[in-house]
């Protein structure tokens, strides 16, 4: 069974930074294109980003661009999204989830979700 494990939320003052981490098991992440997404109350899921299988394909959404840095670390089994110069309207649950062809910007194109992990951006 595939199973995805987020970590690395948690409260943090805007301007500061955070690094989530999903972790796999079950499975080996490289056989995946590998997505976050996030989904504040309210408001629907929405895509943050992506990396292709090999790593060499990152996309992000326009409001995360030059904040955001996404990577992985196949020998791990593990993808990062390193976040700096975070924003109040960056509070959310974020969520990894694993696409088997690509990377997508739609909810449905992923198969596999974890159960997210908790960003509060306040002061």
């Known amino acids: 069974q595939l199973q995805l494990v987020e970590s690395g939320g948690g409260l943090v003052q805007p301007g500061g930074s955070l690094r989530l981490s999903c972790a796999a098991s079950?499975?080996?992440?490289?056989?995946?294109?590998i997505g976050w997404f996030r989904q504040a109350p309210g408001k629907e899921r929405e895509g943050v980003s992506c990396?292709?299988?090999?790593?060499?394909?990152?996309n992000y959404a326009d409001s995360v661009k030059g904040r955001f840095t996404i990577s992985r670390d196949n020998a791990k089994n593990t993808v990062s999204l390193q976040m700096n110069s975070l924003k109040a309207e960056d509070t959310a649950v974020y969520f990894c989830?694993?696409?088997?062809?690509?990377?997508?910007?739609?909810?449905?194109?992923?198969?596999?979700w974890g159960q997210g992990t908790q960003v509060t951006v306040s002061s």
């Open positions: 990396i292709s299988k090999s790593g060499k394909s990152t």
């Open positions: 079950g499975f080996t992440l490289d056989s995946f294109a």
């Open positions: 989830a694993a696409a088997f062809y690509s990377c997508s910007r739609y909810v449905g194109g992923y198969t596999d």
